[in-house]
């Protein structure tokens, strides 16, 4: 109990200190925490979604059995996949390390079970196997390992979606199915061989020059996107490009708090552009 705002603890104007311990029954497999310290709001007044980390939030115990998860939503199973292969691909590309060869590996590995392990949810959402697979995959996908050893790493398509869910109610997954392509369209310009490799491992495309095999690595995203029914289009979410601006100045608090100082408004219209 705390006699503040808890705003305050995701705009950093205030620490947690001395919580009770927690503990968690998982029944949804998206966020990962359940072994992490993290937490999101949404501020329904000013109109912001923030995230927040502390070493407190991490859970003493939590409760993973599949089962809890057998009555979750075909489209909010997608959106928790979604989510899950985000945190993983956020890591996968933003580290600034140039030879990750385990990590990458590991972070493939992720992406392709959780692709797999939703697939198996929506054809029979009693699957137990594949309902485990899907929970322990979101489970590792945010829990530290993946970003051991890669150095500084960023969230700048969760900043992004943020102000999408924040001011359009848009489920976070869905928004992230809009925004993961769309960041990766606008880096494949420049950076193309990281979006490459992805590809060719987890999509097994034939060796060619990289920037073919970006697109078509970002044209199989979208197309599994769209065939487990998840946006890849801002207009799909009623949002037109005039609505842009908007968005990215919303985007700019949060940057601001993730220490993302290199995504400026212009930079985020411009890559929400490849969102439409």
């Known amino acids: 109990m705390v006699e503040h705002d808890v705003w305050k603890f995701f705009t950093g104007k205030k620490s947690i200190r001395n919580p009770l311990p927690l503990a968690t029954v998982l029944t949804l497999a998206a966020s990962g925490s359940e072994m992490n310290s993290g937490m999101v709001i949404t501020n329904e007044e000013t109109r912001e979604k923030f995230g927040c980390g502390n070493r407190f939030l991490h859970p003493r115990v939590s409760i993973l059995d599949p089962e809890t998860t057998y009555t979750v939503p075909p489209d909010y199973t997608a959106y928790g996949a979604i989510d899950a292969i985000a945190h993983v691909l956020e890591f996968y590309f933003t580290t600034e390390d140039?030879?990750?060869?385990?990590?990458?590996r590991l972070m493939e590995g992720l992406v392709e079970n959780s692709m797999l392990a939703c697939e198996r949810c929506l054809a029979n959402p009693r699957d137990y196997q594949g309902r485990a697979d899907l929970?322990?995959?979101?489970?590792?996908?945010?829990?530290?390992l993946t970003a051991a050893g890669l150095g500084r790493v960023g969230f700048p398509m969760h900043m992004i979606e943020h102000s999408l869910s924040a001011l359009y109610d848009v489920p976070h997954g869905a928004g992230l199915s809009v925004v993961?392509?769309?960041?990766?369209?606008?880096?494949?310009?420049?950076e193309p061989g990281k979006i490459a490799q992805l590809g060719q491992r987890v999509f097994g495309l034939a060796n060619r020059p990289a920037d073919e095999l970006a697109t078509e690595t970002i044209n199989r995203l979208r197309r599994w996107f769209i065939r487990v029914k998840s946006p890849v289009t801002l207009g799909e979410l009623g949002?037109?490009?005039?609505?842009?601006?908007?968005?990215?100045k919303n985007a700019l608090g949060l940057a601001r708090i993730w220490r993302l100082k290199e995504?400026?408004?212009?930079?985020?219209?411009?890559?929400?552009?490849?969102?439409?």
């Not at 995504?263 to 439409?276: G, S, V, W």
């Open 98 to 104: 140039p030879s990750t060869p385990v990590q990458d």
């Open 135 to 144: 929970m322990w995959t979101a489970t590792l996908a945010l829990n530290g």
């Open 180 to 190: 993961l392509p769309g960041w990766l369209s606008w880096r494949a310009r420049t």
């Open 239 to 248: 949002i037109d490009r005039q609505d842009i601006p908007h968005i990215a």
């Open 263 to 276: 995504y400026d408004q212009p930079r985020i219209e411009e890559i929400l552009r490849f969102c439409l």
